[in-house]
């Protein structure tokens, strides 16, 4: 079964680094392009980066251009989102979901991180 | 980049059809053959229903249809059922990156 298995709930406070992770499995890690996807608690989803484990081609959405890290380690078939000074404003579920192109639409979706920011 | 506008809520009868616009540029949605539509319910990670501007991924009833004309995507849901109340999205690749809209809550009276 493909599927991605996303990592658990965290609760940091304001500044602390995060790094949440999605491991694939049920097929070729390196063939498929993993993407990024927050959700602010009652609001709308909103695309934040892509990367190709296979070559760790990373492409970030322009509001999230320099806001997190993506990247993936192809070895353990994880990939990763990362922030180096949370805010308050990053608390959120974020999903990873796999995709075939950076143009083509996620077909399968991780089961979402919850990230809370609070002091 | 801006989101895609969507309307706030449409709401409509079982058995009737409700539509879900999806505008956005020449940047995107007029750009790419590439909109899609999700389903999300509460708690739910989204499901796709739409690729391509209309076609079906396997398993979406053929109730669920997309279209697209300039700027401005489409979804139809014909024949409401109870179980297709949620929030709908619309998304479209715009050059390196894809972009969703603001989303709909479809609601089943």
């Known amino acids: 079964e493909v599927q991605l298995v996303q990592s658990g709930a965290e609760v940091k406070k304001p500044g602390e680094s995060l790094k949440i992770s999605c491991k694939g499995s049920?097929?070729?890690?390196?063939?498929?392009?993993i993407g990024w996807v927050r959700q602010m608690p009652g609001k709308g989803l909103e695309w934040m980066g892509i990367?190709?484990?296979?070559?760790?081609?990373?492409r970030y959405s322009p509001s999230f251009q320099g806001q997190v890290t993506i990247s993936a380690d192809k070895s353990i078939s994880t990939a990763y989102l990362q922030w180096s000074s949370l805010k308050a404003s990053d608390t959120a579920m974020y999903y990873c979901a796999r995709t075939r192109s950076i143009a083509a639409p996620p077909v399968i979706w991780g089961q979402g991180t919850m990230v809370t920011v609070s002091s | 980049q801006s989101a895609l506008t969507q309307p706030r809520s449409v709401s409509g009868s079982p058995g009737q059809s409700v539509t879900i616009s999806c505008t956005g540029t020449?940047?995107?949605?007029?750009?790419?053959?590439?909109v899609s539509w999700y389903q999300q319910h509460p708690g739910k990670a989204p499901k796709l229903m739409i690729y391509?501007?209309?076609k079906r991924p396997s398993g979406v009833p053929d109730r669920f249809s997309g279209s697209k004309s300039g700027n401005t995507a489409s979804l139809t849901i014909s024949g409401l059922q109870a179980e297709d109340e949620a929030d709908y999205y619309c998304c479209s690749y715009a050059g390196s990156y894809q972009v969703f809209g603001t989303g709909t809550k479809v609601t089943v009276l």
């Open positions: 990367i190709y484990p296979g070559d760790s081609d990373t």
């Open positions: 391509d501007v209309s």
């Open positions: 020449s940047s995107d949605v007029g750009g790419y053959n590439y």
């Open positions: 049920g097929y070729s890690f390196t063939s498929y392009w």
